[in-house]
């Protein structure tokens, strides 16, 4: 089973920011936070990933709580081609682990 | 640099019959995974190849086998199969097992099997 919770849906307007939450309570201390992305029919899109420092990429920035249960996802300026699942995942630092997907977050962005 | 590729993109298969996917991973990575997403549901771990032998497996049954060849592409069998079975299949290559973080874990954009 999935160890993140995250809302079902999530509305934006084009051009704000769109804040995306998901709780892991139960993350590990050698358990990274990834964000990955999945665009209608397409495969999941890696985001940003990080382990307890807030991270920034040119998609997005990640804030992680300084008790790591807790993340947000920040697209500092969503456009309509952001529209899609956003999946938040907990991950061990190993290569061989797969990642376990929950059903994710529906994000539509609005004109 | 070419990504993950995957084929056929889409496919019609009848109950009962047998069917192949096949994965190249992107340039660079030797391990390959493969996922079941069913419609409306995130993906669902399968297995993983590294140096052509299986090495973890998620909760499928035997119906679902693969192999992985010298040059790393991979294959995706399905035996028997159930209408239920009808999913988008999605590659994800990587770097090699057993090494810290990878954030270039890297999905193809899957095979669409239809199962009538």
């Known amino acids: 089973d999935a160890k993140t919770t995250q809302p079902t849906s999530m509305d934006c307007a084009e051009g704000r920011a769109a804040n995306l939450p998901c709780n892991h309570s139960?993350?590990?201390?050698?358990?990274?936070v990834y964000w990955y992305r999945q665009i209608h029919s397409q495969g999941p899109q890696y985001i940003i990933h990080?382990?307890?420092n807030n991270e920034t990429n040119e998609m997005a920035s990640l804030i992680i709580t300084e008790d790591r249960k807790s993340s947000t996802l920040i697209l500092p300026h969503a456009t309509l081609r952001d529209t899609a699942v956003y999946y938040c995942i907990v991950r061990p630092d190993n290569y061989g682990q797969n990642f376990v997907f929950g059903p994710g977050t529906r994000l539509s962005v609005l004109p | 640099d070419a990504g993950v590729t995957q084929s056929p993109t889409h496919l019609i298969k009848t109950r009962g019959q047998q069917v192949t996917l096949r994965c190249s991973p992107k340039?660079?990575?030797?391990?390959v995974s493969w996922y079941q997403q069913a419609l409306g549901q995130g993906p669902q771990f399968i297995f993983q190849?590294?140096?052509?032998?299986?090495?973890q497996r998620g909760n499928f049954p035997d119906r679902f086998s693969g192999h992985q060849f010298p040059n790393y592409s991979s294959e995706l069998n399905v035996n028997a199969l159930l209408l239920g079975d009808s999913a988008l299949y999605l590659c994800?290559?990587?770097?090699?097992?057993?090494?810290?973080?990878?954030?270039?874990?890297?999905f193809g954009s899957g095979t669409r099997l239809t199962v009538v």
């Open positions: 190849y590294y140096e052509e032998e299986e090495r």
């Open positions: 340039s660079g990575h030797d391990t």
């Open positions: 994800a290559s990587s770097l090699t097992y057993g090494r810290g973080p990878n954030y270039g874990y890297t």
């Open positions: 139960t993350i590990s201390g050698n358990e990274y």
């Open positions: 990080g382990l307890k």
